[in-house]
């Protein structure tokens, strides 16, 4: 599914150069469940970032699905992001103003031929996968973080990607809902068969999943 090759990052000021990133080389394989782990600022995020598509590496090689990425215009990376590709943030990222239902319709309002009765109906299902579908009309503020990261995974479901990208998923919740979250997300993996990649800094989290993928100092040590 994805293939980086000689992946290397650098930050660069006028004074100071970082090496985020140093020859980074991974495969993540269609189905798989990896997480990725490592100490604070040792290129975990900008990892994911650059697999989301979202960043560009300085040096190396993105390859989606047997091709490489550079081959893409930018319309096309956008359509990538939107079509194949959910996102998780440990911030949720919801619109406050906005309900449930049209938090996780969002998405689909991006793409051509979809009408407004299919982005309900894809929402509906979405919510419907996470346990949600009695809360449709609430608002973010009205919901528990447990209940508004799961209303964050159904925005990621709802455009059916091939491949879900969470940033610390449970970093924002206590044991008890971020083990829920935790078998919600496994439960994608098994029952759907979605290649998730997930950054944590929980090491139980990590350890119920099949790869560990661990970082130090921008370079991989296993």
């Known amino acids: 599914m994805i293939q980086l090759t000689d992946i290397e990052k650098v930050y660069q000021t006028s004074t100071v150069e970082t090496l985020a990133l140093n020859r980074v080389n991974l495969t993540i394989n269609r189905g798989e469940f ?3 782990m490592g100490p604070s600022g040792c290129g975990k995020s900008t990892l994911l970032s650059i697999m989301g598509l979202l960043d ?6 993105v390859t989606l699905s047997g091709r490489a990425v550079t081959s893409y215009s930018d319309r096309e990376l956008a359509d990538l992001r939107n079509q194949r590709l959910g996102f998780v943030f440990q911030s949720y990222h919801l619109i ?50 447990g209940q508004r990261q799961r209303v964050a995974i159904a925005r990621a479901l709802v455009g059916q990607p091939d ?7 449970t970093g924002n919740l206590d044991s008890v809902m971020g083990e829920e979250i935790m078998d919600l997300l496994l439960t994608l ?3 759907d068969n979605t290649t998730i990649v997930m950054v944590t800094h929980d090491e139980q989290q990590a350890l119920k999943t099949e790869r560990i993928i661990r970082f130090f100092d921008g370079s991989q040590v296993n």
């Open 34 to 36: 990896v997480s990725i």
């Open 96 to 145: 406050n103003d906005l309900s449930v239902l049209d938090n996780v319709e969002l998405p689909l309002l991006y793409r051509k031929g979809i009408s407004g009765k299919e982005r309900r109906q894809r929402a509906l299902a979405a919510l419907d996968k996470v346990g949600l579908n009695a809360r449709t009309s609430h608002f973010p503020s009205q919901l528990s973080g």
């Open 189 to 191: 993996n098994r029952r």
């Open 163 to 169: 491949i879900i990208l969470a940033d610390e998923p």
């Open 56 to 61: 560009e590496p300085t040096h190396g090689t």
